[in-house]
């Protein structure tokens, strides 16, 4: 669990990083008329570890600043050279007018590293935002939980046998109740022993933690339509919680046709860039768990009109984490 989530709580954990950035901030009087951004920034910093990562920053007439990141090295190039000049003598208060805007701004705008750039100025003015009127951007959001579940992503851990039980069980005793894990490394080429060592990983987690922890799989785009239907079937007697992006998310075709064959819960999304994205793929019951991730989406504002948009389908939004504080955000202002 993400627990006690109030801006000093956040920040002061990711200074611990060595990052000091959020989407939250210092206490602001959320009065001044005609807020105007003044400069924009892209800082490159470096953390304890020495790892160096850019976040975005930027500056109002009236003091306030947003500061957000890490950003990928894409977003930030299409930042300076698409999105740095018209943001500045903008209303930083007024998203939604920007956002569409800068969506009409291009043909290019429904996907790939435009709408990165896109996603890393809507958050980057979330928390703004939240610095201008002195409270977290969940709470701006409408949330009211201090709390957000988690699970824990066991990409690239060791799957023998041993191993995979050891940490499995070590997770759950540090109180993972949800845990990911990756069925990438055979897929069609395997054929039937793929199928079968696949799930033999299933078996073993299951044995390993128990009935009461949900367990996911993540084929990370490598199956096809025929190997996908061969492991879910097998799969289903130990109740995944879902099966992610067994297809690259161009295959609509063959998610839809998944899903209609298995009880497995179909995940993926988290390149989807932005709503209609979503859209086409709850309209045909492809999917029941929507993955956005607001870094790549079109940022919080996006994620917000993708979470109402799941929540008319009954599907789950439970976003991937390129980077946790935007998607921790959202989470937190849902109601469940």
Not at 44 to 72: E, F, M, S, W
Not at 235 to 255: H, M
Request: proline residues 4%.
């Amino acid at each position: 669990m993400i627990d006690c989530m109030n801006r000093r709580g956040f920040l002061t954990a990711f200074a611990a990083m060595g990052v000091t950035s959020g989407l939250a901030g210092a206490a602001g009087s959320g009065k001044q008329e005609n807020l105007k951004i003044t400069k924009v920034e892209i800082l490159q910093l470096t953390g304890k570890n020495k790892r160096k990562a850019l976040y975005l920053k930027v500056h109002t007439n009236g003091g306030t600043t947003g500061l957000y990141g890490p950003i990928d090295n894409e977003a930030a190039m299409f930042v300076d050279r698409f999105f740095k000049r018209d943001l500045i003598g903008s209303d930083p208060l007024a998203y939604e007018a920007y956002w569409d805007k800068m969506f009409r701004a291009s043909r290019h705008s429904r996907g790939s590293h435009y709408i990165m750039a896109l996603s890393a100025i809507d958050n980057v003015l979330w928390d703004l935002r939240g610095r201008f009127f002195g409270l977290p951007v969940y709470r701006l959001l409408g949330g009211s939980r201090s709390k957000v579940r988690a699970y824990a992503s066991c990409l690239g851990f060791s799957q023998e046998p041993s191993a995979l039980r050891a940490k499995a069980q070590e997770l759950k005793q540090q109180g993972y109740r949800h845990q990911k894990w990756f069925v990438r490394d055979r897929g069609p080429k395997f054929g039937p022993d793929g199928v079968e060592e696949d799930v033999k990983v299933v078996r073993l987690l299951r044995e390993a933690v128990g009935d009461d922890v949900d367990l996911m799989f993540d084929a990370y785009w490598q199956w096809d339509l025929q190997y996908a239907l061969a492991w879910t079937r097998r799969a289903e007697q130990y109740n995944p919680r879902w099966i992610e992006e067994p297809f690259q998310s161009a295959n609509l075709d063959a998610f839809i046709e998944l899903s209609r064959e298995t009880s497995i819960p179909v995940a993926t999304g988290e390149h989807f860039y932005g709503r209609w994205d979503v859209h086409k793929f709850l309209k045909a019951d492809a999917i029941m768990v929507v993955q956005a991730d607001p870094e790549w989406c079109g940022g919080v504002s996006e994620l917000l009109k993708i979470c109402t948009l799941a929540s008319v389908h009954g599907a789950n939004v439970i976003p991937h984490g390129h980077s946790l504080h935007a998607a921790m955000h959202v989470v937190a202002s849902q109601p469940i």
